[in-house]
T-cell receptor
Framework: AQSVTQPDIHITVSEGASLELRCNYS??????LFWYVQSPGQGLQLLLK??????LVQGIKGFEAEFKRSQSSFNLRKPSVHWSDAAEYFC????????????FGAGTILRVKS | KAGVTQTPRYLIKTRGQQVTLSCSPI?????VSWYQQTPGQGLQFLFE???????NKGNFPGRFSGRQFSNSRSEMNVSTLELGDSALYLC????????????FGPGTRLLVL
């Protein structure tokens, strides 16, 4: 069965500092990997996705993520965090066998201090 | 293009009642998926519909059901509501059913008293 682990429930970073949110997945074949962001009371917005090809993917709002098959990881990074990045971030995995079904991690709440 | 719309946005029901939630996908999208989000269980997949057929179903009791219409709009129904059904219900749409990018609506927040 597929599973996603986001080991950090909360992360606090200073505005302007770099950010890395961790995501580990469990799935036998090549997964489809996603990062979504959710602001309070809102739905989910896609930041970036990995289907195949270049393992470093660029997303919106200056985010990027790197797929590392050997570590079963898909960590999200941003070089300089802005106060507006404060939100909850979800890593998700899917595969063709299950259509559009996504399995989500528990989420990481990002706090940005000025 | 308009995004995914969900109605109603907020709903209060009492135990034992039933509820129907609606989702209108992005124009041209044929796949609609539903998720339940709770503080305790996180985001959990309920079911996916494509061309009016249920393609996948999550691990939820039979009280949770859904359908999709010919215009791709989807509804989900929860019968005999329980307190634990209080959650944010999210709908997502995508062009087809092969792990395409999914776009989420704002959700319907259901409170069961």
């Amino acid at each position: 069965a597929q599973s996603v682990t986001q080991p950090d429930i909360h992360i606090t970073v200073s505005e302007g500092a770099s950010l890395e949110l961790r995501c580990n997945y469990s799935y036998g074949a090549t997964p489809y990997l996603f990062w979504y962001v959710q602001s309070p009371g809102q739905g989910l917005q896609l930041l970036l996705k990995y289907f195949s090809g270049d393992t470093l993917v660029q997303g919106i709002k200056g985010f990027e993520a790197e797929f590392k098959r050997s570590q079963s990881s898909f960590n999200l990074r941003k070089p300089s965090v802005h106060w507006s990045d404060a939100a909850e971030y979800f890593c998700a995995v899917g595969n063709l066998e299950y259509g559009n079904k996504l399995v989500f991690g528990a989420g990481t709440i990002l706090r940005v201090k000025s | 293009k308009a995004g995914v719309t969900q109605t109603p946005r907020y709903l209060i029901k009492t135990r034992g009642q039933q509820v129907t939630l609606s989702c209108s996908p992005i124009s041209g999208h044929r796949s609609v998926s539903w998720y339940q989000q709770t503080p305790g269980q996180g985001l959990q997949f309920l079911f996916e519909y494509f061309s009016e057929t249920q393609r996948n179903k999550g691990n939820f009791p039979g009280r949770f059901s859904g359908r999709q219409f010919s215009n791709s709009r989807s509804e989900m129904n929860v019968s005999t509501l329980e307190l634990g059904d209080s959650a944010l219900y999210l709908c997502a749409s995508s062009l087809n059913a092969q792990q395409e990018t999914q776009y989420f609506g704002p959700g319907t927040r259901l409170l069961v008293l």
